[in-house]
């Protein structure tokens, strides 16, 4: 299988497995009032964005050479990832904002619906899942692109962890408040990787070199 259509197909994978987990989070984090399950939600949606932003760059990827673009396409790989980062930071700031307006609101929090631990425990599972199949097949390709969005995936992991951790306090200690403080640590947990993710694609858009180990390596080779 070409390298275009293995990216199309996880792609598309990847879309469709987001979408699920994104609708039922984002439902039942409004049903259940929790607003780290909604943000959590959220950030699913971001992922939905980034595979379908990828299934485009895949077919951009695929052109030829032209007069215009004598050495190809490749580069746009490295854009979308650095599109693929302002997105995944624009859904922290997002939640971080939301988080602190919550934290310092006058309302009176209700305890979530026991309803968002099981949805929570059900996405730990399905972005596990989708963010080894990413990875594995961003290394067999050497896709910098697949490989950003498995490691998006794994922090969503950690993420929706964070959520489950969250919420069992929050039904333990009896404090709404628990579920609002998790939201605010995901948020720059999000932030942090979307930043990471941002530099590390100035390595490939600027020719450099991410292991300069290389250079011993070539000169023991030489001599």
Do not use: C, H
Request: charged letters at 15%; a neutral charge; zero cysteines.
């Amino acid at each position: 299988m070409s390298r275009e259509k293995i990216l199309i197909r996880t792609s598309w994978i990847s879309t469709i497995g987001n979408a699920v987990l994104s609708v039922s989070k984002i439902i039942v984090g409004l049903l259940a009032g929790s607003l780290a399950v909604l943000g959590d939600g959220i950030d699913s949606a971001t992922d939905v964005i980034i595979s379908v932003v990828m299934i485009f760059t895949a077919r951009i990827m695929s052109r030829p050479p032209s007069k215009k673009y004598v050495f190809g396409y490749e580069k746009a790989e490295s854009i979308a990832t650095k599109i693929l980062s302002l997105v995944i930071f624009y859904a922290g700031v997002q939640m971080l904002l939301s988080s602190v307006e919550s934290i310092f609101s006058d309302e009176v929090k209700e305890i979530p619906s026991a309803i968002a631990i099981y949805v929570t425990v059900f996405s730990i599972a399905g972005k596990l899942l989708l963010a080894l199949y990413q990875y594995k097949q961003g290394k067999k390709i050497n896709s910098s692109m697949l490989t950003a969005n498995a490691i998006n995936m794994r922090n969503d992991v950690i993420i929706s962890s964070g959520v489950l951790l969250g919420l069992i306090f929050t039904f333990i200690f009896k404090l709404p408040i628990l579920d609002s403080i998790t939201g605010l640590i995901i948020s720059l947990f999000i932030i942090k990787s979307s930043i990471s993710i941002f530099m590390d694609s100035n390595v490939e858009l600027m020719d450099g070199v991410k292991d300069v180990n290389i250079y011993n390596k070539i000169f023991e080779a030489v001599e």
